[in-house]
């Protein structure tokens, strides 16, 4: 049987072997979710670099500069990290060059992966139905927040891992440990995620709307997976 595991933070991948794994990658506030949503809308490729100055010298080469730090788009950039930015018929065909807190770092630490896909709520069945079709194990790469474990990118990994119990085993208890914490709450993610602490920086922003967004599940069927290893396109 294939085997499924849980990065709980970017921070845990030296302990994974990537090599031989396909890698989901998931931010689910919110930079997953805005690269699902902008490439399920018609953007044409994303660039997810790390640093700020990386993504500034690809604005100077022509490409859309879009991205945040501490949940605020950075200064000078067109877009910021919400996934209603992303979803904009002026962005149909262009590239994106994206920076993140936490989302582009920790694709770009899973670069070791054998293929890395991008997943958020907005594409779960998709990204299962994707796992499912092919021979290799996987690992989801939950981006946490500066190093540290996060509660909505676990949940992803329990939705993810319950979808696809029947064809994938874990091997530690990470995936045990987020498919009970899914199920727990499913019911309400909304509800549940109240107390996290990304819920209540984002409250603070004002972009309580991303966040239901965020927890809305299959909203869009594609799998944006990375190409040459630093572009995102439609798979
Ligand atoms: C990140 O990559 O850290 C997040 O997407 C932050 C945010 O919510 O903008």
Redesign the pocket.
């Known amino acids: 049987m294939k085997k499924i595991d849980i990065c709980l933070t970017p921070n845990l991948l030296p302990l994974y072997e990537l090599s031989d794994r396909i890698v989901v990658v998931v931010?689910v506030?919110?930079?997953t979710s805005?690269i699902t949503a902008g490439i399920a809308t018609g953007v044409k490729s994303i660039f997810p670099v790390a640093e700020v100055a990386a993504c500034q010298a690809l604005q100077a080469q022509g490409y859309i500069a879009a991205g945040?730090r501490d949940?605020k788009m950075v200064a000078g950039f067109s877009l910021g990290?919400s996934p209603f930015d992303y979803m904009n018929e002026a962005l149909q065909g262009k590239s994106i060059a994206m920076t993140?807190?936490?989302?582009?770092l920790a694709i770009d630490k899973s670069k070791a992966a054998k293929e890395i896909i991008i997943g958020s709520f907005l594409n779960l069945t998709a990204i299962a139905t994707y796992l499912e079709n092919q021979e290799y194990d996987v690992l989801i790469v939950c981006?946490g927040?500066k190093g540290k474990f996060n509660l909505e990118d676990t949940l992803f990994a329990g939705a993810l891992v319950e979808k696809l119990q029947d064809s994938f085993e874990y091997e530690c208890d990470s995936g045990l440990a987020a498919l009970c914490l899914y199920q727990t709450a499913k019911g309400d993610l909304m509800t549940f995620m109240k107390n996290s602490s990304?819920f209540r920086r984002?409250k603070h922003l004002d972009v309580v709307d991303d966040i239901a967004f965020c927890l809305s599940i299959d909203h869009f069927s594609v799998v944006p997976y990375v190409i040459n290893g630093n572009e995102i396109v439609k798979k």
């Open positions: 931010d506030l919110r930079a805005s945040e949940g990290n993140t807190t936490n989302g582009t981006s927040w990304h984002l």
